[in-house]
């Protein structure tokens, strides 16, 4: 795992389900607090925060994941990912 400190006030994160034409058919934004609720069903992450890579999302995990977070949707027929990403400043 990596040991850094991360500043997560520049962070912002976003699950996307993408359709078979490799489109965004539906994102969701995530904050700071969903980030740590759902981080460890990853255990293959090579961070703290996803902030580093794209993260698969397998079906096997959405109930999990709306379990940390009741707002959480996914879509049948849609692949989802998630990951993190510099904010602007």
């Known amino acids: ?50 902030e580093t890579a794209v993260y698969e999302v397998p079906p096997a995990l959405y109930s999990a994941m709306r379990s940390a977070i009741p707002h959480l949707e996914f879509r049948p027929g849609l692949e989802y990912q998630i990951g993190g990403f510099l904010l602007s400043v």
């Open 1 to 50: 795992m990596n040991e850094k400190h991360t500043d997560t006030e520049n962070l912002g994160w976003e699950l996307i389900g993408w359709d078979s034409d490799e489109q965004a058919a539906h994102v969701t934004d995530l904050n700071r607090v969903e980030i740590l609720g759902i981080r460890d069903l990853f255990p293959a992450r090579d961070d703290d925060f996803l």
